[in-house]
């Protein structure tokens, strides 16, 4: 089965901080996704990325930076966290490699998510 | 940029009914992707049902089944033989090949199933 962690469920920061939400996946996914999740506004993309090192901005992309050292990882980062940075946080991996994927091409696969709170 | 819209933010059905979730979007592309995803509570968002555009069939899995109306742009799922476990949020996303394989979601509908 495949497997998407995120480093935290729940995580509480200051204002100001820098934060690091971790995800790592273990099916050789090319493609990663972090979504942010709110009540009444459905999933907004962040950031993804479809290779290593590479990366583009999704519809919401101001405030965040990614990082994508290796393949399996990929690590939303929030430089100077504000209140309204306040949410849930979604990983996803995919992969458009038919022959791989099979029956799931293109299906994302979802972490648990991590709840993130800026006080 | 692609829009995707679930006009019914809540939603209940009695156990073993069947219900309708709406979806409709709007491109201009000829060849697309549509899922419809489910998120239980505190639960993990998992994928329910996929369509490709090009295939005028409405994909099926078990009770779940889609009615896929490529020119009215319309894609609503069905659950049919609703049970207590369907209780979930579910979101309709729309995927544009080589554009990332990124998905662009509804704000969902809250699926209520009561006994």
């Known amino acids: 089965d495949v497997k998407v962690t995120q480093s935290s469920r729940y995580l509480v920061k200051r204002t100001g901080e820098k934060v690091f939400l971790e995800c790592v996946q273990d099916?050789?996914?090319?493609?990663m996704f972090w979504y942010r999740q709110d009540p009444g506004l459905g999933l907004r993309l962040i950031y993804f990325s479809y290779d290593v090192k590479m990366k583009e901005k999704g519809d919401i992309p101001e405030g965040y930076s990614v990082s994508r050292e290796k393949k399996e990882r990929f690590s939303l980062i929030l430089e100077s966290a504000s209140t309204n940075q306040t949410s849930m946080y979604l990983c996803a991996s995919s992969t458009s490699r038919f022959g791989l994927a099979g029956a799931n091409y293109n299906e994302q696969f979802f972490g648990p998510g991590t709840r993130l709170t800026v006080l | 940029a692609q829009t995707v819209t679930q006009s019914q933010p809540e939603m209940s059905v009695q156990e073993a009914e069947t219900v309708t979730l709406s979806c409709t979007y709007d491109t201009s592309e000829s060849n697309y992707y549509l899922f419809w995803y489910k998120q239980p509570p505190s639960r993990q968002m998992i994928l329910v049902i996929r369509?490709?555009?090009?295939?005028?069939q409405n994909a099926t899995e078990n009770r779940f089944s889609v009615n896929f109306q490529k020119a009215a742009k319309s894609f609503s799922l069905k659950i049919s033989d609703s049970q207590l476990g369907d209780t979930a949020m579910y979101f309709c996303?729309?995927?544009?090949?080589?554009?990332?394989?990124?998905?662009?979601f509804g704000k969902g509908t809250s699926l209520l199933v009561t006994p």
């Open positions: 369509q490709e555009a090009y295939k005028q």
């Open positions: 099916m050789d996914h090319e493609n």
């Open positions: 996303a729309f995927m544009k090949p080589n554009s990332g394989y990124a998905l662009n």
